[in-house]
């Protein structure tokens, strides 16, 4: 008798393209982070012209640090969730069961998490650069540079969110542990713009943002796989 | 229904012996010799805390046993876990999305276990077994707690799969989906699966009684507590 669960091996590529677009549709679907990532991101940044006030040398000088500092506190905020919602109602289980494995589990969360949340802050950064009267010139490498370095933001906040998947109200805690491993991003991406802004030579800074990200993926994966494993215990 | 499942290998085979299991620095339970061949129906009963779900997380290997081996063999060949794309488990948690409706959560489950999508048929064949038809398009956020569970229930006759896991697969059913879910599981093992439940209320189908109290580690040996830290 013929099995048909058995006829030809599933395709790890399609699951992961389905786990992919699931948590895309739940992302900005009802109650999804993303929409509050992006909110959070935009209110904050025009917080700072009435805060520091209106000169526009003043805000073009914290500009790039301001964009990027906020966006890094926009992808947590939508991060501590990223595990825990399908931790708590068992659907955690059944991507463990699926041919996957526990590192593609943490890819497809990670890429779908970069999709669905941090790339639109990087979309939408320019619009509050224009808030900020960001130099002509800084436009181009402030989108480059958050390009380059988001995909990290999500990497190593997939770590702190599978660290403290079964920890209650554990947002606060993750916030304490991925923060200071957003620094070395945080350095080259402002860098890279401030460079840009002053005429200088922006190459450098993005070859260090990238080479953060590239070892955000390394670690970040087999990280988050080894704390999903503890939490299945 | 006979055209949803195949007709599973005679030959298949779990099977542990001396299971030793720890929780939090607790022993849960010691020497557990268990079997449960293809056409099997084993039904774990004892004590809240008796170890009944932890048995399940052990062989599907969620759990690192402390001692002891499980043994599963399926066509020809023998592995110490039950492996992953040969059965489907039940927990008491549903594994749905409320946001979606039954049929996303329903293809989402099935793409997840098999990479394709399902024919619409065999969702509607499998949803009516519950009396889930009506349900599909709705969004899990406005179910009952027993329409969730019944929805959890579904992927058993979605996904073919020999080996069937459950955790309290009887909780918050009527009696009609009861019926159902006894039927069902009748015919999964006429045609060769294997069902192991964890249940506290009698399922309805005749099979093997393993009573997870007798199991029990003795306290007063006082061995479970680590010495090691005093």
Redesign the interface.
Known sequence: MSHPSHAQPPSVLSVFIALVRRDIALAWGQGGASLLALGFFLIAVSLFPFGVGPEPQVLARIAPGVIWVVALMASVVSLDRLYQADYEDGSLDDLVLSPMGLVGIAGAKVLAHWLSTTLPLAVAAPALAVLLSLPDAGYPVLVISLLIGTPALSLIGSIGASLTVAVRRGGVLMFLLILPLYVPTLIFGVGAVDAAVTLGDPLPHLALLGATTLIALVVGLAASAAALKLALE | MTDVN????SGTRLSGSALVCH?GGRRVFEGLNFEAQAGDFLSLTGRNGSGKSTFLRLI?G???KSSGAISYCRRGEATDFLV??D?T?V???????P??TLRENAN??Y??????APAAERLKIAADIFALGPLLDEPVQYFSSGQRHRSALMRLPL???QTWLMDEPTVGLDADNRAALAALIQHHMACGGIVIAATHDPMGVAGRVLDMDQFQPNIEVGDDLDEGWL
């Open positions: 195949p007709i599973f290998d929780r599907t969620f759990l690192p992953s794309d059965f488990l927990g008491h948690q549903n594994g749905l999305k946001s979606f989402f489950y793409r997840l276990m098999t990479g394709s996904v073919a799969r």
